[in-house]
């Protein structure tokens, strides 16, 4: 077959991950290869959302077909940043181990601008050189458009998963028929081989390190009965009696290690020990089992051992929690393109409605007909935040049929729910069949917290599968950390526009003779308050001076970070401004004066680049007279009529460096169309690649193209600039003034 090639580029945004999913399921399916396009997809899914989380610009996404081989490559446009691995250096996500469980080869290849990340996959059909067969996804039936269901059909299972079709593609519409069971329940993952492994290894260090008799994992049944896992020493010769989750003590419970010196503690007495330690195993805040340690002497462990022994719990955990994922990924295969990009569009979104809303739009219909969204905050009742039904002209009644079911089940566990029974019989009759389906609810739990209930339904003779009911429950889980998130968010938001609006002025003066326009852009997506400010002020008369000689002060500065350290820095720097001036002091005693209270904050000071001036207007109005002091800041800029432009501040230390600093200002004459322009580095070193705005007096050419134009076209000129300069947004703030002598 001759080769194929097909590329494209995307942005560095969220969205843009699903984008590149869609884009190599088209391509492979026009080349007739759906078969191996859920791995495919996968793999580009996790490379894709390498390059925007680590290396943040946007990427290139190639599919090559040669040599009886499916080649994907994806391409990001920073060579010198390292790949993470999800483990050792990343924080979240499979990252490049699962490239390596899904893919025949992979490799990085770096060139001067960009690095690449590839993997292969053997072609469909290639062993036999025949060319493969096009399912019957691709043919007859309804096709994955990019939703991330798998395209397998009912005829053509797939191997890995042992599912005989995609979530919600079922025979004649019907939910239920064509779904197989996931090959493992949830909780029987921890019988994995890896999990096996990690377990005997973790028994073995209990015993060596207190020194037990013996010590054993007991493990949670779904019914709460604990069972025997793996053993070691006496512990592997002891029959396991009669032992549930609920016959176990306080500590248990409550999720702490605890020591029994007798054998009257439940577990002891199960193992036929005569004292022990014991410490719970926990997975995504459910009680999986107990690590314990036994000894055939009374009291022979101590607070310290259940204290030690708690801790080699918490590792264990973390390591049954990988095996639990990794056995998912096999046990699921056929699911992973559905729930990756379930994951990647509640991550892509921290709304809280937009959230809620795509939850709602997850499940239905390849999980349920219909699905509903509830919110707890604290002790309050749950609350119906979110409808969603497959036939939208049944939303209305079902809304009205939830709302007269009463509250959501405050479960903590997947439960079947007949809330809709206790709907008056008229609210019943008007949701017509909608009143008899079949309902399941699954709690929202994020940090330890419930926050709300997902409820969905189904027709009353369509079951719900287990596979269904254990994608919703993973499903929920991610759920409730989207939902959970975009609440944290948006509190924090609100809080940092709150902080950010104290930081600066309430309102701009009017000055004779003079027009002021400002530009203020903070970093980032509002999470953070910046680290840059300006403001423009009336001083007022001069001591001694006429009351008619008012004068104002202007300042723009740049505090070194952002966040709380940096806003204090920024506030008592803005407001201790205002302060000193109002005592009439001079621009070099205000700059003084704070930087002697920089250094007094000792460690919580940051440094600070400050331009502060004091304007007084001219006798017959011919412009402005501005004495003005640069400390460590950008120098500003004079335009002429003629379209000249100069610096006209010499350069002196910042503040909060040293002190005993010995401050002047320079006296800048604007006369009438001259324009001074103030920024902060966000524009001056505003990056396009190895490039910024103000290499080669690039803000200078900027500042000249601008003669004739107002103040407030000046800043809107600057402004559009610095965000045109380069393809990635900015990553610093940015603001600037500009005055104008009219």
Known sequence: MDRQTASATFPSAAAAVADARRFVRKVLAD??????????????????????????????????????????????????????????????????????????SWGVSYDRRTKGVWFTLPRPGAANGSAPPRSAAGEGARASGGDGAPASSAENPRESGGLAAGPGEGH?????????????????????????????????????????????????????????????????????????????????????????????????????????????????????????????????????????????????????????????????????SFVAEASDLLAGTLDQERTMALVAQLVVPRLATWCAVYTAVDTEPAKLAYVWHADETRADGLRDLLDHAGAAPPTDVSAPWNGLATAPDDVRAAAGDTAADQVYAFPLVARGRRIGTIVIGRPSGDRFPRSAIELAEELGRRAALAVDNARLFSAQTAMSSALQRSLLPPGIPEIPGLEVAVVYEPAGEGSEVGGDFYDVFESGPRQGGPAASARWRFAIGDVCGTGPEAAAVTGLARHALRILAAEDMSVPAVLTRLNRLILGEGERGRLLTLLHGEIEPRRRRDGVTIRLTSAGHPPPLVLDPDGGVREVASPQPLLGVFDGVDFHTDTVELRRGEVLLCVTDGVTERRSGARLLGDGHGLERLLAGCTGLSAGAVAARIQRAVRDFGPEPSNDDVALIVLRAS
């Open 31 to 104: 080349w007739g290869m759906e078969e191996a396009a859920d791995d495919a997809v996968l793999a580009t899914s996790e490379l894709a959302t390498n390059a925007i989380a680590y290396a943040g610009t946007s990427f290139e996404v190639t599919c090559r077909l040669e040599d009886g081989e499916i080649k994907v490559e994806v391409r990001d446009r920073h060579p010198t940043r390292g790949i993470e691995m999800p483990g050792v250096t990343a924080s979240s996500g499979r990252g490049l181990p699962s490239i390596a469980r899904l893919a025949s």
């Open 172 to 336: 004649e519409g019907r939910l239920g028929e064509g779904v197989g069971d996931v090959p493992a329940a949830g909780d029987r993952l921890l019988r994995s081989p890896a999990a096996v492994e990690a377990m005997e290894d973790g028994v073995a260090t209990v015993r060596e390190v207190l020194g037990a008799d013996g010590a054993a994992i007991l493990l949670t049944e779904r019914d709460g009965r604990l069972i025997m896992g793996p053993s070691a020493g006496t512990a592997a010769e002891m029959p396991l009696g009669e032992l549930s989750v609920p016959a176990l003590g306080p500590d248990a419970r409550a999720g702490s290690p605890w020591v029994a010196a007798d054998a009257s503690d439940p577990a002891a007495a199960a193992l036929r020990a005569r004292s022990l330690a014991a410490a719970p195993l926990e997975s995504q805040g459910r009680l999986t089992g107990l690590l314990v340690a036994v000894s055939s002497v009374s009291g022979r462990f101590e607070e310290a051992d259940g204290a030690r022994l708690g801790r080699l719990a918490d590792e264990m955990s973390l390591s049954l929690e990988k095996a639990r994922v990794g056995e998912l990924e096999r046990s699921w295969r056929g699911w992973l």
